[in-house]
C-alpha cells in the first residue's frame, strides 16, 4: 500500500508540473482560460513563496521514511536522474517562481 501512495504522489507531481508546464502557452492560445491559469498558478505560487517547499514532496518524504530526493526537489532529483543535470536547490526555486509570476502576469495582461 505503501509503494501505490508513493507512485501516487509522485504521479501528481508530475501532473502538477506539466499543468503548470503549458499553463504559458495556454494563456496565449486560449484566453478564456485565465482565470482557471491565475488560481492553479496563484495556489502553486503561494505554496512556494510560505512554505518553500512543497507539500507533495514532504508527503513523499513522510511515506518513504527517508529524503526521497537528495536534491530536496523533485525538479532537481528528476534533472539529475534524466539528463544528468546538476541543478541548486535555490536556483531552480528562482526559476519557477520567475516562471509563475510570468504566467501570472501574461494572464492578468491577457484579460484585461
Not at 499553463?23 to 485565465?34: A, E, G, I, K
Not at 521514511?65 to 526537489?73: D, L, M, N, S, V
Request: hydrophobic share 60%; net charge positive.
Amino acid at each position: 500500500m505503501r509503494k501505490i501512495s508513493i507512485a501516487l504522489i509522485v504521479a501528481v507531481h508530475l501532473t502538477w508540473l506539466v499543468i503548470l508546464i503549458v499553463s504559458l502557452p495556454l494563456v496565449f492560445l486560449r484566453p478564456h482560460y485565465n482565470v482557471d491559469v491565475l488560481y492553479i498558478v496563484g495556489f502553486t505560487l503561494l505554496i512556494q513563496l510560505f512554505f518553500w517547499s512543497c507539500p507533495l514532496t514532504l508527503a513523499e518524504n513522510k511515506l518513504r521514511g527517508i529524503q526521497a530526493y537528495p536534491e530536496k526537489t523533485f525538479i532537481g532529483h528528476y534533472l539529475k536522474v534524466l539528463f544528468n543535470l546538476h541543478i541548486r536547490d535555490r536556483v531552480i526555486n528562482v526559476i519557477t517562481a520567475c516562471y509563475l509570476i510570468a504566467i501570472i502576469l501574461v494572464s492578468v495582461l491577457k484579460f484585461f
